[in-house]
């Protein structure tokens, strides 16, 4: 069974050993979909982190690698304990399974992609904003950078840290106005 993982964030610089050893190497043309850092992490110093955002993201084509595992609930459970989350916030697909009612674009996408690669699953992180829900306002690029601003230095460096590490093929809208920060250009 060939079942892909799809990355674009922590997932390609800091995967941790125990992940890494159950996929093959990152290649970068993988599916194309919309991302944007709006999400809020805890485990980041509250930094805004990349997620699929339909509504705010920018078209992405995304890196890919193969699974080492056989089963597809194998391979959610090694992306599921690597990004510590739950199963319902890990995303897949079956390709054999998929049908033109699948539900979503971010799907679709994948599903094309998938058949266009000959795979027979694919797995990958299905988190999504908490923007608005943290910050009870709605995600802008405006909102984004007065959120970040309110971060202790702390969280400050851990927002800038992710958003320099994040692959260059990942070019938001927030990205390229953070470019423009002089808080944010300033790497110590």
Known sequence: MRIAILGWGSLLWEGGLEFHRWHKPWKDDGPTLKLEFSRISISRSRALTLVVDEKHGSPTRVAWCLSRRGAIDDAVCDLRCREGTTIKKTGRIVVAQATS?????????????????????????????????????????????????????????????????????VRTDLRAALEKEPWFSERG
């Open 101 to 169: 009612r699948t539900d979503g674009e971010p799907e679709k996408s994948i599903v094309a992609w998938a058949r266009s690669k000959k795979l027979d699953s694919v797995v990958w992180t299905a988190l999504t904003s908490n923007f608005q829900e943290k910050t009870r306002k709605p995600f802008s690029v405006a909102a984004a950078i007065a959120y970040l601003n309110t971060l202790d230095p702390v969280g400050k460096a851990k927002a800038a840290e992710y958003v320099w590490r994040a692959p260059e093929f």
